[in-house]
Nanobody, 116 residues
């Protein structure tokens, strides 16, 4: 079992920045990939960024150059630094953990609202 707790969401003006955090507990040593997803009202959940334990990262085209995912394996925490935020970035952001065995776990989500 893995528990994920997100923090750092909020309201920000367009062009601003926010930093999301996701702390994993439980069998965190068994996590391979950690990721951020988001879901806007009326839309499907979409992948934002991923980071493997070995440090490989990947981003959705819509956030490349603006968002940075980073991971502190010692603290079992993943971060999402979001810069140059746009109103279309408004969504509930979810942290996810994919274990080596294939199980996946999700956080409760944190709201990010970008005003124009």
């Amino acid at each position: 079992q893995v528990q994920l707790v997100e923090s750092g969401g909020g309201l920000v003006q367009a062009g601003g920045s926010l930093r999301l955090s996701c702390a994993a507990s439980g069998n965190a040593f068994s996590i391979n990939t950690m990721a951020w997803y988001r879901q806007a009202p009326g839309k499907q959940r979409e992948l934002v960024a991923t980071a493997t334990r070995g440090g490989y990262t990947n981003y959705a085209d819509s956030v490349k150059g603006r968002f940075t995912i980073s991971r502190d394996n010692a603290k079992n925490t993943v971060y999402l630094q979001m810069n140059s935020l746009k109103p279309e970035d408004t969504a509930v952001y979810y942290c996810a953990a994919l274990l080596y065995l294939g199980n996946d776990y999700w956080g409760q989500g944190t709201q990010v609202t970008v005003s124009s």
